[in-house]
């Protein structure tokens, strides 16, 4: 037994011709994986964005209601190294820079061996002194804060022209290297993960000379975090830089169909192809992600999955799964079992007949909406106060993404705990500013049934009231601090709600039922 994750970063389920894609984007080999696999058509986020969906697939919990951005905590359950005390190798191939970082130092020490390559985005991986490596304006939206990332981004371009010198084609080349070195031995697992089509959309130019509308054109390829300010021709021009390089991505996909084809690996290999968010190219007048609520363009995310067991193949599954369920699915396939803290469900029945692991999921960023959806609504619930308080990190290992915590942001730090999932340990509780720029989206209740775009919100005060119990519900089942319900104006359990409650309650003990 064998399995093989590929995970790109930002893919855009609307982007990809087997979830709908507009016909002028080119992904013939994620239409070759769909036929393949079963494909997943409710598949969210958890927690956003980056590595805190990285510590979910360890971990098979939510991170974004207790903490921002950081690092695996000493009691975090790792599902990368259960497999690796059980005997299953496990290897990370990966050009993904924040893993090296201050705030994902202790995710890539998991794997038995790993291999990083360099280049993409800000890394900081060329130095050069020269006055020349300053030279051209950065984007003028993106904050000063990036500014560093920029410089070094400039610089690392000067060593990345040819395709095989991109950190992408590097990264599957490696991981490709190691399915054939490894195809005859058993009982591993290849993390295979690659930053693209992350932003910038800077891609070789054999990828580009697909889209018309790039030939000729240098503009700007790094979206800034924010609303749209370009014209229609602009925004345009930057959904055609995102599809050449998600064309590359396509074609590296295929390169490991490939030779999963030729090794015959399908009998005996597990494949999870996956992301962590998608992105928003313009739609709901924004850039990005993080800056405004978390419309399906980002929660909404593609999956697909081979399972040898069950040979599903060119299937749909309807059932509602989240990133949470990755790590406890490999668990599962290995015949490992997942601690009592992990809260993702095994997609083994979900693949072979499409019974349901859940009757609605729970997302969001730390100090941004707290969102639920039951697949047919999705209600985002908004902080109630200006400044997003009252906001903290529960932590023993206050790092920020490229930095630790500052003297000043310890200042007032008190010790809490412990939670339910810290095994007996009391974590930092420190002060955090959140993200104040969401308050004034205000909560937004959506019908994805009559408005898949999610361009209407609703006002339906029975509807909302029954989101919002959920909500709690499931706030209550990830121990949420008491400070978020004040933040959103909520309560722990209230009258109105607790018939409700008790009802999603009862029916998620359905889904459990079912499954066992």
């Known amino acids: 037994m064998k399995a093989i994750m590929v995970m790109f970063d930002t893919l855009n389920r609307h982007m990809l011709s087997p979830y709908g894609a507009p016909d002028w984007v080119q992904t013939p080999h994620f239409d070759r994986l769909a036929q393949r696999s079963a494909v997943f058509l409710n598949s969210y986020i958890g927690s956003m964005p980056c590595m805190p969906a990285r510590r979910e697939l360890h971990t098979g919990r939510h991170n974004f209601l207790h903490r921002s951005w950081g690092p695996l ?102 991981g490709i290297d190691f399915i054939r070195r490894n195809a005859q031995q058993n009982r591993w697992f290849l993390q295979l993960e690659t930053f693209d089509p992350h932003e910038p959309f800077y891609s070789p130019e054999s990828f580009r000379s697909l889209y018309p509308k790039l030939i000729g054109d240098r503009g700007n390829d790094w979206p800034a975090y924010g609303p749209v300010s370009e014209t229609d021709d602009e925004v345009e021009r930057m959904r055609h830089r995102y599809a050449a390089l998600l064309t590359m991505c396509d074609d ?38 993080c800056v405004q609520p978390f419309y399906n363009e980002v929660a909404h ?23 949470i369920d990755l790590p406890v699915t490999l668990l599962d396939y290995f015949g490992v079992q997942p601690t009592s803290d992990m809260q993702g469900q095994s997609l083994r029945a979900t693949i072979t007949s499409d019974l349901p692991v859940r009757k ?102 029975e509807l909302e009231a029954k989101m919002v119990a959920l909500l709690i519900w499931h706030m209550q089942e990830n121990d949420a601090p008491i400070e978020q319900y004040e933040r959103l104006g909520l309560k722990p359990c209230s009258t109105r709600d607790e018939e409700v409650t008790h009802s999603s309650k009862r029916s998620n003990e359905g889904v459990k039922e079912h499954q066992s």
């Open 73 to 174: 905590e000493p009691f975090d359950d790792s599902a990368i190294e259960l497999l690796g005390q059980a005997g299953v190798y496990t290897h990370l191939v990966t050009d993904h820079q924040h893993y090296w970082e201050d705030g994902g130092g202790t995710y890539h020490p998991r794997y038995e061996s790993f291999e990083f390559v360099r280049g993409q985005e800000g890394d900081p991986w060329k130095g050069e002194v020269s006055p020349e490596a300053t030279e051209g304006k950065p984007n003028s939206g993106i904050p000063l804060t990036y500014q560093k990332i920029l410089h070094h981004d400039r610089i690392n371009r000067k060593h990345i022209v040819a395709e095989e010198q991109f950190p992408q084609a590097q990264t599957f080349e490696l």
């Open 252 to 289: 590296h996909l295929g390169k490991v169909l490939d030779v999963m084809d030729e090794l015959d690996l399908w009998k005996n290999t597990l494949l999870i192809v996956n992301t962590d968010h998608g992105f928003l190219l313009g739609e709901h007048g924004h850039w990005a992600k």
């Open 301 to 323: 995310t593609p999956l697909f999955i081979w399972d040898p067991r069950s040979k599903v193949q060119g299937e749909r599954r309807n059932s509602l799964v989240q990133t």
């Open 360 to 461: 609605a999921a729970l997302f969001g960023l730390h100090g941004g909406h707290v969102c639920v959806t039951d697949g047919r609504y999705v209600y985002m619930r908004a902080a109630v106060r200006e400044d997003n308080q009252p906001l903290y990190d529960y932590t023993l290992m206050p790092t920020h993404m490229r930095s630790r915590f500052s003297p000043s942001e310890l200042q007032d730090m008190e010790l809490a705990g412990p939670l339910s999932f810290t095994k007996g340990t009391p974590v930092l509780k420190i002060r955090s500013a959140g993200r104040g720029t969401l308050h004034q989206f205000g909560s937004l209740l959506f019908d994805l049934e009559t408005d898949p775009r999610q361009e209407h919100p609703i006002q339906d005060e």
